[in-house]
C-alpha cells in the first residue's frame, strides 16, 4: 500500500534554532518527493522537489535530502524564524497514474 | 497575480442543502483538482480535470460533483450534503498533469456541515 508517514506529527523549537522533519514513504514506482509548506489558513506552497537521481536540493533556510535506498526524506530548517511556524508537508510522486500520495504534515511551531 | 481563488473560504450548511464551492485560476493550467483535508490525514484527492470537459474521480469522490465547462473555472458540487464531508477543502492547478508539474492550491474553503 502506498504510504507516505511524516514524524514527528507536532515541534516546537526556539527562534534560531535549526530543526530536522523526516518523512518515510512506501510509495512504488518512486517518481519524486516534494515537500510543502502550509501556512495557517493558506494552501500548501511548494519548497523542494526532488527527483530519483538527487539526494539534497536546497530552498534558502530549507535543504531536503532524500535517501531512495532506505525511502527516506528529511527536510531541515537552518536559522529558524517566527514566520517558519506551519505546517510541513511531504508529498511523493509515482510514475504509474501520476499519482500523489500525501504525508498527514508535521505542526512547526516558532517562538521567541 | 498568478493565483487560485476559491469562494467561499468558510461555509457552515445544513444536512441535504445543496452548494457549490467555486475555483478559478488565471494561469491558464490545464490540470485542476479538489482535495480534502481532514486532521490527522493527508491530502486526498476528490475528483480532477485533465481538460475541459474531462474529468475524473479521485480517491474519495462518493457525494461529490465537479464540471469543467471553462480551462479556468472547477466548480465542486455537493449535492446533498451530510455530516461526514465537514472539512477543509482545497482547490489546486497545474500546468499538466503529471506528479512533476507543481500544483498551486487556492486558499481553501471551510466547511461544515450540521
Known amino acids: 500500500k502506498n504510504q507516505v508517514e511524516q514524524s514527528p506529527q507536532s515541534l516546537i523549537i526556539l527562534e534560531g534554532k535549526n530543526c530536522t522533519l523526516q518523512?518515510?514513504?512506501?510509495?512504488?514506482?518512486?517518481?519524486?518527493l516534494r515537500w510543502y509548506k502550509q501556512d495557517t489558513g493558506r494552501g500548501p506552497v511548494s519548497l523542494t522537489i526532488?527527483?530519483?537521481?538527487?539526494n539534497t536540493k536546497s530552498n534558502g533556510r530549507y535543504t531536503a535530502t532524500l535517501d531512495a535506498d532506505t525511502k527516506q526524506s528529511s527536510l531541515h530548517i537552518t536559522a529558524s524564524q517566527l514566520s517558519d511556524s506551519a505546517s510541513y508537508i511531504c508529498?511523493?510522486?509515482?510514475?504509474?497514474?501520476?499519482?500523489?500520495?500525501f504525508g498527514a504534515g508535521t505542526i512547526l511551531r516558532v517562538k521567541s | 497575480e498568478a493565483q487560485v481563488t476559491q469562494n467561499p473560504r468558510y461555509l457552515i450548511t445544513v444536512t441535504g442543502k445543496k452548494l457549490t464551492v467555486t475555483c478559478s485560476q488565471n494561469?491558464?493550467?490545464?490540470?485542476m483538482s479538489w482535495y480534502r483535508q481532514d486532521p490527522g490525514l493527508g491530502l486526498r484527492q476528490i475528483y480532477y480535470?485533465?481538460?475541459?470537459?474531462?474529468?475524473d474521480k479521485g480517491d474519495v469522490p462518493e457525494g461529490y460533483k465537479v464540471s469543467r465547462k471553462e480551462k479556468r473555472n472547477f466548480p465542486l458540487i455537493l449535492e446533498s450534503p451530510s455530516p461526514n464531508q465537514t472539512s477543509l477543502y482545497f482547490c489546486?492547478?497545474?500546468?499538466?498533469?503529471?506528479?512533476?508539474?507543481?500544483?498551486?492550491f487556492g486558499p481553501g474553503t471551510r466547511l461544515t456541515v450540521l
Open positions: 526532488m527527483t530519483f537521481s538527487e
Open positions: 518523512c518515510n514513504y512506501t510509495v512504488s514506482p518512486f517518481s519524486n
Open positions: 480535470s485533465m481538460n475541459v470537459e474531462v474529468t
Open positions: 508529498v511523493v510522486g509515482t510514475e504509474y497514474g501520476n499519482k500523489l500520495v
Open positions: 494561469m491558464n493550467h490545464e490540470y
Open positions: 489546486a492547478s497545474s500546468l499538466r498533469r503529471g506528479s512533476l508539474n507543481e500544483q498551486f
